[in-house]
């Protein structure tokens, strides 16, 4: 059973920054493209940017693309977010997620297309 773990929300100032980390266990780290979402209060969960399972594809959602980066470790079964210059609206709750794929699979925004989701760890930004 594939399980996914994050770690390392907090409360921060904008203009702050905050590493998000998710490990996965019960599965092969490798089988799994990677990604990010995020859910604020009373609003739909959106996604934030996702990783290909070797790490050399990249995607990001228009309002984090230059703040955030998303990086993987396959040896130790973790994705990372790097979010930098946060801001207010940045506030929510983060999501880990994990697809399938399989070579140069497509990497997917749809948060339907994903199989395996954490329980979500909390950035606060303050102004």
């Known amino acids: 059973q594939v399980q996914l773990v994050e770690s390392g929300g907090g409360s921060v100032q904008a203009g702050g920054s905050l590493r998000l980390s998710c490990v996965l266990s019960g599965g092969t780290f490798t089988s799994y493209a990677m990604g990010w979402f995020r859910q604020a209060p009373g609003r739909e969960r959106e996604f934030v940017a996702s990783?290909?399972?070797?790490?050399?594809?990249?995607e990001y959602e228009d309002s984090v693309t230059g703040r955030f980066f998303i990086s993987r470790d396959n040896g130790r079964n973790t994705v990372n977010l790097q979010m930098n210059n946060l801001k207010p609206e940045d506030t929510a709750d983060y999501y880990c997620a994990a697809h399938r794929q399989y070579g140069l699979g497509p990497l997917h925004r749809a948060e339907a297309l994903y199989e395996y989701w954490g329980q979500g760890t909390q950035v606060t930004v303050s102004s």
């Open positions: 990783i290909s399972w070797i790490g050399e594809r990249t």
